[in-house]
T-cell receptor, first 113, second 118 residues
Framework: DGGITQSPKYLFRKEGQNVTLSCEQNLNHDAMYWYRQDPGQGLRLIYY???????QKGDIAEGYSVSREKKESFPLTVTSAQKNPTAFYLC????????????FGPGTRLTVT | AQTVTQSQPEMSVQEAETVTLSCTYD???????LFWYKQPPSRQMILVIR??????QNATENRFSVNFQKAAKSFSLKISDSQLGDAAMYFC???????????????FGQGTTLQVKP
């Protein structure tokens, strides 16, 4: 089955540690996105990538980093510089220049204590 | 910059009744796309319906329809014959389609939690 996988579903880390969230898609989509979801604020874009080896900052990129070495994979690293990392993180992908739909993964809930 | 506003944090509807969720947006662009996404308790985002701004006809998908008022920058979602499975958080989203801003990113509203009462 084609789709987007995010692992793990729940992730716990101590403050000061970097953590990497996985996002893999087998839809052959060019574009991939990372969103952060907080209560009462909807989804906000962290980073996006439209082709391999290229990515751009979204609206709230500070404290995050990404890589796009393969078309299928777009991992997100939450660094210790991110002041409020506890949130729900959603990965999405789409056909480049297709305006109609972004496909979302199941999300990862990150808790930092 | 574009913004999307959902002014109803929570709504409730009786099963089999009709409910309308509101969404307004702000943009200086003339061509764009609007979407409604559903997020059930599983938190999986599901596309419900989309509307192209250049189309005057309101989009419909089975029990879901929109009232798109371009001049008023309003994009409401009507759910007819509500079912228990419709209970979820609903997000309105905007997408630019032209020029250097055509990154594919979605701009989301804050969400409306819909409760369906049996």
């Amino acid at each position: 089955d084609g789709g987007i996988t995010q692992s793990p579903k729940y992730l716990f880390r101590k403050e000061g540690q970097n953590v990497t969230l996985s996002c893999e898609q087998n839809l052959n989509h060019d574009a991939m996105y990372w969103y952060r979801q907080d209560p009462g604020q909807g989804l906000r874009l962290i980073y996006y990538s439209q082709i391999v080896n290229d990515f751009q900052k979204g609206d709230i990129a500070e404290g995050y980093s990404v890589s796009r070495e393969k078309k299928e994979s777009f991992p997100l690293t939450v660094t210790s510089a991110q002041k409020n990392p506890t949130a729900f993180y959603l990965c999405a992908s789409s056909i480049r220049d297709n305006p109609y739909e972004q496909y979302f993964g199941p999300g990862t809930r990150l808790t930092v204590t | 910059a574009q913004t999307v506003t959902q002014s109803q944090p929570e709504m409730s509807v009786q099963e089999a009744e009709t409910v309308t969720l509101s969404c307004t947006y702000d943009t200086s662009e003339s061509d764009y796309y609007l979407f409604w996404y559903k997020q059930p308790p599983s938190r999986q985002m599901i596309l419900v319906i989309r509307q192209e701004a250049y189309k005057q006809q309101n989009a419909t998908e089975n029990r879901f329809s929109v009232n798109f008022q371009k001049a008023a920058k309003s994009f409401s979602l009507k759910i007819s014959d509500s079912q228990l499975g419709d209970a979820a958080m609903y997000f309105c989203a905007y997408r630019t389609i032209h020029g250097s801003s055509n990154t594919g990113k979605l701009i989301f509203g804050q969400g409306t939690t819909l409760q369906v009462k049996p």
